[in-house]
């Protein structure tokens, strides 16, 4: 699969040339397929590595705080399950 050109009008800092010139030759010229973090807008489009990197990082710390929310429901689960079974075994007086 080729990589499309970029559209006209930007410069890439790193090649120094406007990126309809130089991006679909570049390894860093990248497509990204998801949601955006913020907007949750899907997306389906072709960029620079190095920009997509904040959006890929506010997508990072999101899944981090769903998984780190998920253990903590888990294991609070597990918690009243075993003060139930703690309190079942316990003498009845």
Request: net charge positive; with cysteine; glycine share 6%.
């Amino acid at each position: 699969m080729s990589k499309p050109h970029a559209p006209k009008g930007s410069f890439c800092p790193l090649w120094r040339k406007d990126v309809s010139k130089v991006c679909h030759t570049c390894e860093w010229f990248t497509q990204v397929r998801g949601r955006n973090p913020q907007s949750e807008v899907v997306l389906d489009q072709w960029g620079c590595a190095i920009a997509w990197g904040p959006t890929l990082l506010i997508n990072a710390a999101q899944e981090a705080r769903q998984g780190a929310a998920a253990t903590e429901s888990s294991r609070n689960v597990m918690v009243g399950l075993a003060a139930n079974a703690q309190r079942e075994r316990l003498p009845k007086t």
